[in-house]
């Protein structure tokens, strides 16, 4: 069966400071019409820092849709589609933690809510971290928070952790980054 929806009309309704609201008009397989609706988003990116001790940099703050307060690891939106991600990460860890990453390495991007946005995420994971002071946004209030990565992961698994940015980086980092150093560690050890 074919998927495939082709536009047939593009109707901007709002341009935000972040984001776009669309509605455009698409052909089906069946060639019939149907309207979606989605957010035009430029694309973003989220670091997890860790520290030479396994911790994990987290920044805490409220967010007004949930109207709670959430653990997340830094992020944030390109400036414009075709801005240079590994650039906005680094900006990011530093504007938000103070932090600055000696060795960035990109670890796996994801549409965090296709059916209703076209934004796409990639996250890096940053070590050998240089302690600095923070400098957020004029309209972001945030605290710099390090817990274990076995906390981390706890907080995963207990539901604290909501964010799925968040989530699935500490679950990348588990099955990936540390099972990876695991084995080279008992490769050490048997020789």
């Known amino acids: 069966m074919k998927l495939i929806e082709k536009v047939y009309k593009e109707k901007n309704i709002y341009k935000g400071k ?5 509605v455009d008009s698409v052909v089906l397989p069946n060639n019939k019409i149907a309207v979606r609706e989605f957010i035009d988003h430029p694309g973003a990116v989220a670091v997890l820092p860790v520290d030479g ?12 849709p949930i109207k709670k307060i959430t653990y997340e690891i830094p992020a944030g939106k390109l400036n414009y589609k075709k801005d240079n991600y590994l650039k906005r990460a680094k900006a990011e860890l530093k504007e938000e933690t103070g932090y600055i ?7 796996i991007d994801f549409w965090p809510t296709p059916a209703f946005s076209n934004e796409i995420l990639k996250i890096y994971l940053a070590t050998d971290l240089i302690s600095g002071k923070s400098k957020p946004d004029d309209d972001e209030f945030l605290n710099v ?11 995963v ?35």
Do not use: P, W
């Not at 928070?145 to 907080?155: F, P």
């Not at 799925?164 to 695991?182: A, P, R, V």
């Open 18 to 22: 972040a984001i776009s609201f669309r």
């Open 53 to 64: 001790d396994g911790n994990i940099i987290f920044v805490t703050q409220y967010r007004y």
């Open 101 to 107: 990453a000696r060795k960035m390495t990109y670890l």
């Open 145 to 155: 928070v390090k817990i274990s990565d076995s906390k981390a992961l706890e907080m």
């Open 157 to 191: 698994n207990k539901g604290i952790i909501k964010d799925s940015k968040t989530i699935i980086s500490i679950l990348y980092y588990f099955l990936n980054i540390k099972k990876c150093n695991s084995s080279i560690r008992q490769k050490r050890v048997r020789k």
